[in-house]
């Protein structure tokens, strides 16, 4: 993993430049742990409470409806339909060796629920509104830095092309 | 219940403030407010003190302390808070909830950040860390922008709202940064630079983004009884609260076309100042962004979801319009200090409802003096709305 290490503002002197300090969470996924194996088999995974049957996407472990703690895995379907959408510019520390620009979706699915992901495949310079409502194939994949996604490609094209 | 008024308020300039410190900054807010009282209050009479700084970004990690101590205010009843970009408007509602419950009788909300000292890449991954980190952030690198554009292009989707109209917020609230000595931009902008500034978040470009600033803001509050003692005579009183929040993800959320949170607060805040919508005549909302502005109005209730583009092509939110909204410069054109804007929003409404403003040309008229402010923490996580009358 090849994260730049953040620069020094640019700032009029006089200044002091700080002790520099840097965080690399890791972070306690045991109860959620399926989620993130599904990502590296491609799918998508959603839990259900056993109790009162509440679907939940992000998933959880434990229901906040029922305050059950007995989850059942459920993948979700492969499509999904585009709700919106935008083309990010920008590069967060973390994210300096992608490139930009990339569309971030949120996509609806046949289960009610909405999932967030990359939309990839789709031309920047033609992009309009006209890509609400358009049917995506939901997919995941693992980035060349080792890190996880949730990715979208349309599936067919429509309106005004 | 007792009645809380507003009986001092103070604001540093907004900006890259390269020049001070941040306990430095907050002295100028500090300092400005104990004057606003024609020093009536001093540190003495202050019963609790509230520090509103999400402390993510400047070096002070832990900021209330060091802030409080500066302003002469060490050994007082002390607390910090954060509600992300609404943390100043949680400062005011701690300190309103410690005097209307009879537990102060004088107390600060000070709001402070200094956002300016990191680089941008840095900023950006600590703002799209004010939504769900695991859920959002990890994976997608969302930024605040990305976050507001998702907003907007739902809207745009749904009810027709055009670029043009997000760039007409962004040229209204630099009208009237313009004419605010201490806004961080003091230029006024045309829709076509708007429309031609480069692009961030799809179909958000950089005009309609607020800038990365450093500022404070501090506000005053008292007791009914302690604004007889101080002699204070017709204060700002704030007559309705509104705290409402929502999920920490948008994939939860039923739609993007408003914010949820901002509607509860809003009821809250007119039912318990028995008003309505109708009954405001000046707004400070919380325009991070200029699709933000345009859902404000709706979720209000200054018009029908949907129709918050038709107000501001109608010029219904400029000054002389139906409602005069941000005619600061709001968070567009003066700056969003995270911690400092809530406080920042009753600075304005305070000394728009007293007519001190200057320039005069940015003073709204008012019939009834009431006035309302609207700030939102993430996107869309914390809704404060406060409702203040003269």
């Known amino acids: ?161 | 219940m007792r009645r809380v008024a507003v009986v001092g308020v103070g604001h540093s300039r907004f900006g890259r403030r390269d020049d001070a410190l941040l306990e430095e900054i907050a002295f100028e807010a500090f300092k400005e407010a104990v004057e606003d009282t024609d020093n009536r209050v001093s540190q003495k009479d202050i019963d609790l003190v509230v520090v509103g700084s999400t402390g993510t970004r400047h070096y002070e990690g832990y900021p209330a302390l060091p802030v409080a101590e500066y302003l002469g205010l060490a050994g007082k009843p002390l607390i910090r808070v954060e509600a992300a970009c609404a943390t100043g408007s949680a400062a005011v509602f701690t300190a309103y909830n410690a005097i209307a419950s009879g537990l102060a009788d004088t107390a600060i909300a000070i709001g402070v950040e200094k956002m300016t000292e990191v680089d941008t890449p840095t900023s950006t991954a600590v703002g799209g860390r004010g939504a769900s980190y695991l859920w959002e952030f990890h994976m997608f690198g969302t930024s605040f922008a990305a976050y507001y554009a998702l907003f907007a292009t739902a809207h745009m989707a749904r009810f027709g709202t055009t670029e043009e109209d997000l760039a007409l917020v962004a040229v209204k609230n630099h009208r009237y940064g313009a004419m605010n000595p201490k806004a961080h931009f003091q230029r006024e902008i045309t829709v076509e630079e708007a429309l031609k500034s480069r692009v961030v978040a799809w179909p958000l470009k950089l005009y309609d983004c607020c800038p990365i600033s450093d500022g404070a803001a501090a506000v005053i509050l008292a007791s009914e009884d302690k604004v007889r003692e101080l002699g204070i005579e017709d204060p700002v009183w704030i007559e309705g609260v509104g705290v409402s929040s929502d999920t920490s993800t948008l994939c939860t959320r039923p739609d993007y076309v408003g914010l949820q949170a901002a509607v509860r607060a809003a009821q809250m805040a007119y039912k318990q100042a028995k008003v309505e919508p109708k009954d405001i005549e000046l707004a400070e909302v919380h325009d991070c962004f200029t699709i933000a502005e345009i859902m404000a109005y709706e979720d209000l209730g200054f018009c029908r979801k949907g129709e918050g583009a038709r107000m501001i092509r109608e010029g219904e939110t400029h000054i002389g319009g139906r409602i005069p909204v941000n005619v600061d410069g709001g968070l567009k054109a003066k700056g969003h200090p995270l911690g400092a804007t809530g406080c920042s929003m009753v600075y304005e409404i305070t000394k728009q409802l007293r007519h001190e403003v200057k320039p005069s040309s940015r003073q709204v008229p008012f019939k009834k003096y009431t006035a309302l402010t609207h700030n939102v923490g993430g996107h869309g996580w914390y809704a404060y709305v406060m409702i203040f009358r003269r």
């Open chain 1, 1 to 161: 993993m090849s994260e730049k290490k953040p620069e020094s503002v640019k700032a009029t002197p006089p200044t002091l430049p700080s002790r520099p300090l840097t965080y690399r969470h890791e972070i306690s996924i045991a109860r959620v742990k399926r989620f993130w194996d599904g990502i590296k088999e491609g799918k998508v995974y959603a839990t259900k409470c056993r109790k009162c049957g509440k679907l939940y996407y992000p998933p959880r472990s434990d229901c906040a409806n029922c305050l059950a703690s007995d989850v059942e895995w459920v993948p979700l379907s492969s499509e999904g339909v585009i709700e919106t959408f935008t083309v990010s510019h920008l590069k967060p520390q973390g994210f300096e060796h992608y490139k930009e620009p990339y569309i971030i979706a949120i996509v609806r699915t046949p289960e009610g629920v909405k999932v967030m992901g990359w939309l990839e495949g789709v031309d920047i310079e033609k992009i309009s509104v006209g890509l609400v409502g358009q049917r995506v194939r939901i997919t995941t994949a693992t980035k060349p830095d080792g890190y996880p996604a949730i990715v979208f490609k349309l599936l067919e094209e429509k309106g005004g092309k």
